[in-house]
C-alpha cells in the first residue's frame, strides 16, 4: 500500500489549504483514513479521521470547526480541508490507513492503530 501526500505550502493565518493524500497499491472494504500532524519539537498528533464506508468522522479538538476530511472513493483519495489557519497549524501532515475497522472512529486518533503511512507534507502558517 502507497500513500501519497501533497498540497502543503506556505500560507497566512486565515487562510485555507487543501492536503489529499492518494491511497494506491490496494483497495480495502472497510478501513480508516487519517490525518496527523507534527510541529517542530512535539510528536506526532491526531488530527482527523474517516472512515471509508459510511463516512464517519472524528476530529481533534483545536481543529474542530475549521478543518474538514473526506474522501472520494472513485478517486480512492481522503482530503483534509482546512480553513482559517494560525500559526500553531503549522505542521509537517502525514496521511495513514488503517486496514480494518473495529469499535469506534474515536479509537483510531491513536496513532499505534495506522498501518501504513504517508511521506508527509509541510504547512507553514505566517503571522
Known amino acids: 500500500v502507497q500513500l501519497q501526500a501533497s498540497g502543503g505550502g506556505l500560507v497566512q493565518t486565515g487562510d485555507s489549504l487543501r492536503l489529499s493524500c492518494a491511497v494506491s497499491?490496494?483497495?480495502?472494504?472497510?478501513?480508516?483514513m487519517g490525518w496527523f500532524r507534527r510541529a517542530p519539537g512535539k510528536e506526532r498528533d491526531f488530527v482527523a479521521a474517516?472512515?471509508?464506508?459510511?463516512?464517519?468522522?472524528y476530529y481533534a479538538q483545536s481543529v474542530k470547526g475549521r478543518f474538514t476530511v473526506s474522501r472520494d472513493s472513485a478517486k480512492n483519495t481522503v482530503y483534509l480541508q482546512m480553513d482559517n489557519l494560525g500559526p500553531e497549524d503549522t505542521a509537517v501532515y502525514y496521511c495513514?490507513?488503517?486496514?480494518?475497522?473495529?469499535?469506534?472512529?474515536?479509537?483510531?486518533?491513536?496513532?499505534?492503530?495506522?498501518?501504513?503511512w504517508g511521506q508527509g507534507t509541510l504547512v507553514t502558517v505566517s503571522s
Open positions: 497499491g490496494r483497495t480495502f472494504s472497510s478501513y480508516v
Open positions: 474517516v472512515r471509508w464506508s459510511g463516512g464517519s468522522t
Open positions: 495513514a490507513v488503517r486496514t480494518t475497522y473495529h469499535g469506534g472512529i474515536t479509537y483510531y486518533s491513536n496513532r499505534n492503530q495506522y498501518d501504513f
